[in-house]
Structure formats: C-alpha cells, structure tokens
C-alpha cells in the first residue's frame, strides 16, 4: 500500500520548487532591467513615479509600472508612499559597473538559447560537451560582464600585490601571458596598468578572442595581443615571467596538458597565477556555500560541458578544481611552490605557483 504523503510536507516542498521558478522569472527582469538601462537610470536619483522612470528611460510606461511593482515584490528596489527607489546598496549591485566590485546584473543573460539547452540535453546521452564557442554567441560576452568588475577592479590593487615581487617585475617590462583569456577584461586592465610589459591572451573560443581583441583596440593597447589556441598549445621556452589562468582550468578537458605546457614556457623565476572556484571537494562541507546549487548550475551549462567536450576529457567541472586538487595538478607537471591566496573574493581562491 502507498504510505500517505503528509500534505504540509508535499505543500513546503512545491513551494520551494515554486520559488525556483520565480528565481527563473527574477533573472529574466534583472537582465530586461540591465538591457534597457532602467537601474543606471534610477541610481542616485531618489524616489521616483513610474511616470518619472519611464520618461527618463524614454520607455512605455505601462510596461514599466509592471516591471517597477515586480521588482519592488523580489525586494531588488524599494518601494515607498507609491515611488520606487533604487538605493545605493542596490546600484551598487545592479547598476554600478564601472566602480562596484559588487556588481552582479551583468551576470544575468535572459536565459540560454533554445538550440544550447537540446545540445546540453544530448550531452548526457553522449557524454560529451560543448566547448565554451558552442555554448551560444552570448557565452562569451556574458561571461566578460560577469567576471569582469572584479577583474578589472581588483586585480591590480589586492590580487597582484599580493604575488611576491610580481608588480615589480611587470613595472620594469615582463612578459606575461593569460591562459583561457576569455574577452580579455583581465588582460587588458593589465596591459594598461603596466604599458612596459608585453601582454599575450589566448583562448580556443573564436567569439572570445574577437571580443578581447576589439577591447584591446578600443583601448589603444599596443603591448597586447590575443591568439586563437588552446592553453596546452602556447609555445615551450616563452620565458613568461607570469602565466595567467582565471577560472578556466577546471573548464579544460585536459587541465594536465594545459599545466605541462606552462611549466615548459615559465620562466625559472616566473609566476604562474591560478585562479579557480572556492571548494573543498567534500559536498557536505561545500554546502555551506547558499550559492552552492548555482556553481552546479553554471557546471552542467557550461564547465562541465566545455571540461568534457572531447573524449576522455577529465571533467572537472565548475568545482572540480579546490587547493587540493589544484595542488596536486601544479606538482605533478612539476611546480615545487604553491601558496594560497584568499583574497575575500566570495566566489575564488587564488594560487601562486612557481618552479
Ligand atoms: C569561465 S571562462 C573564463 C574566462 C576569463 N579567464 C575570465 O576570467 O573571465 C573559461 C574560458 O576557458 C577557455 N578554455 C576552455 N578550454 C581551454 C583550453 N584548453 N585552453 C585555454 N582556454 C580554454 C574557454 O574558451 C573560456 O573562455
């Protein structure tokens, strides 16, 4: 005989399948939101009307009510004696990009093509992956707005000091070469601040390098570069005095390759700079992490597709790379030092590795 469902419970559990739902919901206002400029616009400015905040974005104000009060219900604006607010706790999340490590709207995409979610579906009967390219024309660039605040605005002030003797080095002109450039957010804002180095991005992904080559332009970066390759490609006996690689190795579906071929193009005193996804390994202690279920999410999307896009790839996947794992990884293609590094960055640790 079927036992008897207690219906409190079965009530508790549909509602926290529900609020999934609406997370989905949430996600695609945050990122209408972000598209037409609605929060930049309503930053600083006080209480507004909806009349108000659909003239300054010169949109239609019926549409705008309804995304005003929808906001307003997830908590992301206030809503005060019938105005909205957006605080500035809230711009600095939702609308300031250029200043704000904290901002997050960027992160958001409006969902993944309709062709992306049949090809993940198939990975799972074949086992195999879609590289970050096949992920969609989106991929890349949602990815340079998500990682890219704190890449740009934490790099040179808290991560590279933080090397021992690193900024010295790119001060006077070293070579350097970020690995898994991606849009090339990183290595740009590097380039700039140390205009006596000589930078070099590479990515497998053609959408990301024309995404970080039309930066560097945009810039007017003359000591960068960005080549069309894979990390386990880039050239033996390049000397680097640092070797870049941001939360890409666990992407890879041979990390191994990648770290073999750092250490033949290292210099004997070089650096190499490993940046990957804050976890233990163990799933009960990573459960500590409230964002643990969306690390598992961007997993299946999109690390693990791209770590098992070709066969017998290691699979890592988006958590698949903690201190011990990376530990092991640098020693076995034969790096003697590794330091860890937590730079109260929320979502990151940071390894320094050298010969
Ligand atoms: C999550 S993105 C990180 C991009 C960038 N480093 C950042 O922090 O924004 C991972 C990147 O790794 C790249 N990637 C995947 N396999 C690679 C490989 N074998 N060699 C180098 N890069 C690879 C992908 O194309 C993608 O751009």
């Not at 400029?37 to 659909?54: L, Q």
Request: net charge negative; proline share 3%; charged share 25%.
């Amino acid at each position: 005989m079927a036992t008897e469902l207690d219906p409190n419970a079965v009530k508790m559990f549909g509602f926290k399948v529900w609020t999934y739902k609406m997370g989905e919901q949430v996600s695609l206002m945050v990122h209408l939101g972000d598209q037409l400029d609605i929060y930049k616009t309503m930053a600083g400015r006080g209480p507004m009307t909806s009349d108000e905040v659909a003239d300054a974005t010169n949109l239609h104000e019926r549409f705008v009510r309804e995304w005003l009060f929808g906001q307003a219900a997830a908590g992301l604006i206030d809503h005060v004696d019938g105005a909205f607010e957006l605080t500035d706790v809230q711009a600095a999340v939702l609308a300031d990009e250029d200043d704000s490590l904290s901002f997050a709207a960027g992160a958001f995409r409006g969902g993944v093509e309709p062709q992306v979610i049949d090809r993940i579906l198939e990975s799972f009967q074949t086992g195999i992956g879609l590289t970050y390219e096949e992920q969609g024309p989106n991929a890349a660039a949602g990815l340079a707005r998500m990682t890219g605040p704190w890449s740009r605005l934490a790099l040179t002030d808290r991560v590279l000091p933080a090397l021992d003797g690193v900024v010295a080095k790119l001060e006077a002109g070293a070579k350097v070469c970020d690995i898994g450039c991606g849009g090339g957010v990183m290595l740009s804002t590097l380039a700039a601040a140390f205009p006596n180095s000589q930078c070099v991005g590479v990515d497998p992904s053609a959408a990301a390098i024309d995404i970080a080559r039309r930066r560097g332009q945009e810039q007017g970066l003359s000591n960068i570069e960005f080549i069309q390759s894979g990390g386990e490609d880039i050239a033996a006996g390049s000397e680097y005095d640092l070797v870049i690689t941001f939360d890409c190795m666990h992407d890879m579906a041979f990390p191994d390759r990648t770290a073999a071929a750092i250490r033949s193009a290292i210099a004997d005193d070089g650096t190499w700079l490993l940046k990957d996804i804050r976890s233990t390994g163990d799933f009960d202690k990573d459960m500590r992490n409230p964002l643990l279920a969306m690390f598992y999410g961007f997993s299946v999307a999109s690390c693990l597709q791209s770590a098992m896009s070709e066969p017998g790839g290691r699979g890592l996947g988006t958590l698949g790379l903690h201190a011990d794992a990376a530990r092991e990884l640098t020693t076995d293609a034969g790096f003697t030092r590794f330091e860890v590094h937590d730079l109260d960055d929320a979502a990151n640790l940071y390894y320094e590795v050298r010969i």
